[in-house]
């Protein structure tokens, strides 16, 4: 292994080189982030110093709420807290680094929420705002996630629960007016798809700056909205598993009866099987045939099965007609006549945007796809490697920086694909994945890190990880422990034990696995993971690869 960038890592203060506290809060914030124990080094000094600018500019992100606890802004041209992005799936990732914050933005939607069981759509410093829903990644899962990974407060659980639950049966009320048993989308901004063709001859916000309103002299609202309906598929899964914690059994058994039901009204009404994709339907019946992000958001709320989700990357999410560009993924199908690349401007008319990317893990892991995931990873690493604002939008065509900087969501999509691709990722099933890869150079042959060390600090004990193409180590308290191919993703439980290894790369994985000096054969294929079982290693699945497409 290479010593020379351990030996660095350790000597390196996180803290200090993120940079000093710009708000009194952020003493704080910089404090927790050090407890955390994350640390990062590379072969590579720009990619380094992307690494730190984004960790110091997510300070900028991280504001004194009115109650004077910091939360996170979205950041960029969006002052605030958005339900949409902010409150969920940034809070998520935030999570992992500063607990604290993710879960006082978390609460700022159950704080604010109506008497009528509403929740604001974002939160500024001019207080709550709630002429539409704007939902996409589902509230419930990022909650139950943060609780399970960060302690299990259960009176946070149970406070957040009810707020959802009260939110729930206000979308029954107001959302469901067809009686489709799908929720509805009044107005473009219900989704956050500002400028897609999804939405032309769509008023942006809802009639009247009322949520409960759509235009009636619209010809074609109300929208049956699959992304709308399959988050609340997914919020019900999840506050199902919320009420059994405290042994609710009946509650939870109502709950997984209600998220059926929103799945069997999604594929009803939602989904062609010809095109095997979900549109909207209008009020007249009729699917509007534009082949989105609605996709992806879809899948990511876990809806279908693993057959479904392999069948749509081979037919889309791989497809480099429809969504795999040279920096993926597109908000617009590509081969559409409507696509529009710009990342000029606040679009999903075409662009890769940073929310989509935040939000596609979840999809492609749900499904243990993770050699899939790797391909749209590492060209948007390259991208990073040479970015300086932090902005919402890349060019699908250039990877070159696009609208607004200082973007929340871009900068947590540099630190979790960082860990994710190279670092120490605690999940919230209880696991560590210390993933054997580094950042390929994608562009012009131009390095973004051919070696790379990282540092997390789990319950007390201190893991490091030096990754280089002849292959990584894992140090448990300074000592190494387990040594293993590049290529590979080993997990282990949070202490470090080893429970099984999963292959990572297209190409088969042959070599040892070294744990505490001894050696143990293996040859592994991508996708497939096998479970250490004391004296080796044993197959326990082997999905194979869903290989791109280009028509």
Not at 65 to 92: D, K, M, Q
Not at 253 to 280: G, P, V
Not at 510 to 528: D, F, L, M
């Given at each position: 292994?290479?010593?020379?960038?351990?030996?660095?890592?350790?000597?390196?203060?996180?803290?200090?080189?993120?940079?000093?506290?710009?708000?009194?809060?952020?003493?704080?914030?910089?404090?927790?982030?050090?407890?955390?124990?994350?640390?990062?080094?590379?072969?590579?000094?720009?990619?380094?110093?992307?690494?730190?600018?984004?960790?110091?500019?997510?300070?900028?992100?991280?504001?004194?709420?009115?109650?004077?606890?910091?939360?996170?802004?979205?950041?960029?041209?969006?002052?605030?807290?958005?339900?949409?992005?902010?409150?969920?799936?940034?809070?998520?990732?935030?999570?992992?680094?500063?607990?604290?914050?993710?879960?006082?933005?978390?609460?700022?939607?159950?704080?604010?929420?109506?008497?009528?069981?509403?929740?604001?759509?974002?939160?500024?410093?001019?207080?709550?705002?709630?002429?539409?829903?704007?939902?996409?990644?589902?509230?419930?899962?990022?909650?139950?996630?943060?609780?399970?990974?960060?302690?299990?407060?259960?009176?946070?659980?149970r406070t957040m629960y009810t707020a959802m639950a009260r939110f729930d049966d206000w979308l029954a009320r107001y959302r469901n007016?067809?009686?489709?048993?799908?929720?509805?989308?009044?107005?473009?901004?219900?989704?956050?798809?500002?400028?897609?063709?999804?939405?032309?001859?769509?008023?942006?916000?809802?009639?009247?700056?009322?949520?409960?309103?759509?235009?009636?002299?619209?010809?074609?609202?109300p929208f049956l909205a699959p992304d709308l309906t399959a988050n609340v598929y997914c919020q019900r899964k999840y506050l199902a598993?919320?009420?059994?914690?405290?042994?609710?059994?009946?509650?939870?058994?109502?709950?997984?009866?209600?998220?059926?039901?929103?799945?069997?009204?999604?594929?009803?009404?939602?989904?062609?099987?010809?095109?095997?994709?979900?549109?909207?339907?209008?009020?007249?019946?009729?699917?509007?045939?534009?082949?989105?992000?609605?996709?992806?958001?879809?899948?990511?709320?876990?809806?279908?099965?693993?057959?479904?989700?392999?069948?749509?990357?081979?037919?889309?999410?791989?497809?480099?007609?429809?969504?795999?560009?040279?920096?993926?993924?597109?908000?617009?199908?590509?081969?559409?006549?409507?696509?529009?690349?710009?990342?000029?401007?606040?679009?999903?008319?075409?662009?890769?945007?940073?929310?989509?990317?935040?939000?596609?893990?979840?999809?492609?892991?749900?499904?243990?796809?993770?050699?899939?995931?790797?391909?749209?990873?590492?060209?948007?690493?390259?991208?990073?490697?040479?970015?300086?604002?932090?902005?919402?939008?890349?060019?699908?065509?250039?990877?070159?920086?696009?609208?607004?900087?200082?973007?929340?969501?871009?900068?947590?999509?540099?630190?979790?694909?960082?860990?994710?691709?190279?670092?120490?990722?605690p999940t919230p099933d209880g696991e560590l994945w210390f993933t054997g890869l580094v950042p390929y150079p994608m562009d012009h042959?131009?390095?973004?890190?051919?070696?790379?060390?990282?540092?997390?600090?789990?319950?007390?004990?201190?893991?490091?990880?030096?990754?280089?193409?002849?292959?990584?180590?894992?140090?448990?308290?300074?000592?190494?422990?387990?040594?293993?191919?590049?290529?590979?993703?080993?997990?282990?439980?949070?202490?470090?034990?080893?429970?099984?290894?999963?292959?990572?790369?297209?190409?088969?994985?042959?070599?040892?696995?070294?744990?505490?000096?001894?050696?143990?054969?293996?040859?592994?294929?991508?996708?497939?993971?096998?479970?250490?079982?004391?004296?080796?290693?044993?197959?326990?699945?082997?999905?194979?690869?869903?290989?791109?497409?280009?028509?």
């Open positions: 292994m290479n010593e020379s960038l351990l030996t660095r890592l350790r000597g390196m203060d996180a803290v200090t080189r993120i940079g000093e506290a710009k708000q009194g809060t952020h003493g704080a914030v910089l404090t927790e982030w050090q407890r955390s124990g994350v640390k990062f080094v590379s072969s590579s000094e720009r990619f380094d110093d992307v690494y730190y600018s984004a960790a110091r500019k997510l300070l900028d992100c991280i504001v004194a709420a009115r109650g004077g606890a910091p939360v996170l802004h979205e950041g960029g041209a969006y002052p605030g807290s958005w339900l949409e992005s902010t409150g969920t799936i940034n809070a998520e990732l935030l999570s992992r680094f500063v607990p604290s914050v993710a879960e006082a933005t978390f609460r700022l939607f159950a704080d604010y929420q109506r008497e009528d069981g509403q929740m604001p759509y974002k939160i500024t410093g001019q207080g709550p705002a709630y002429r539409q829903i704007q939902m996409v990644t589902p509230l419930a899962r990022s909650v139950w996630n943060h609780y399970m990974l960060n302690g299990q407060n259960e009176a946070f659980l007016t067809r009686g489709s048993g799908c929720v509805e989308a009044f107005c473009t901004f219900d989704t956050g798809h500002d400028l897609s063709p999804r939405f032309w001859h769509v008023p942006d916000s809802a009639h009247l700056d009322d949520a409960r309103l759509y235009n009636p002299d619209s010809p074609i609202l598993r919320m009420a059994q914690q405290w042994g609710a059994e009946a509650e939870s058994s109502e709950w997984i009866a209600k998220a059926e039901l929103s799945e069997q009204s999604l594929f009803r009404h939602c989904f062609d099987e010809s095109d095997e994709f979900f549109y909207d339907v209008d009020r007249s019946g009729e699917f509007v045939r534009v082949q989105s992000d609605v996709l992806l958001r879809v899948l990511a709320c876990e809806a279908g099965d693993r057959a479904l989700f392999d069948r749509a990357l081979r037919r889309y999410l791989l497809n480099s007609s429809k969504f795999f560009a040279k920096y993926p993924l597109t908000s617009i199908a590509m081969d559409d006549p409507r696509f529009d690349p710009s990342s000029a401007y606040n679009s999903w008319a075409g662009t890769t945007n940073f929310l989509t990317l935040i939000r596609t893990p979840h999809a492609f892991e749900h499904h243990e796809r993770y050699v899939e995931l790797t391909w749209l990873m590492q060209p948007i690493m390259s991208a990073m490697a040479r970015m300086t604002r932090f902005p919402q939008t890349l060019s699908p065509w250039t990877g070159a920086e696009g609208y607004t900087d200082t973007y929340s969501p871009s900068i947590l999509c540099m630190l979790d694909f960082v860990e994710r691709m190279c670092g120490i990722l042959g131009e390095e973004v890190s051919n070696e790379t060390a990282y540092a997390r600090s789990i319950d007390g004990t201190r893991f490091e990880l030096v990754n280089t193409r002849q292959g990584s180590a894992i140090y448990r308290d300074g000592e190494v422990y387990i040594q293993f191919p590049h290529g590979m993703r080993v997990v282990t439980d949070r202490q470090g034990e080893l429970k099984k290894i999963i292959g990572m790369s297209v190409s088969p994985v042959e070599g040892s696995v070294q744990i505490e000096g001894r050696a143990y054969p293996i040859s592994v294929r991508g996708n497939e993971q096998q479970a250490f079982m004391g004296s080796g290693f044993e197959t326990i699945s082997d999905i194979g690869i869903v290989m791109p497409a280009y028509r």
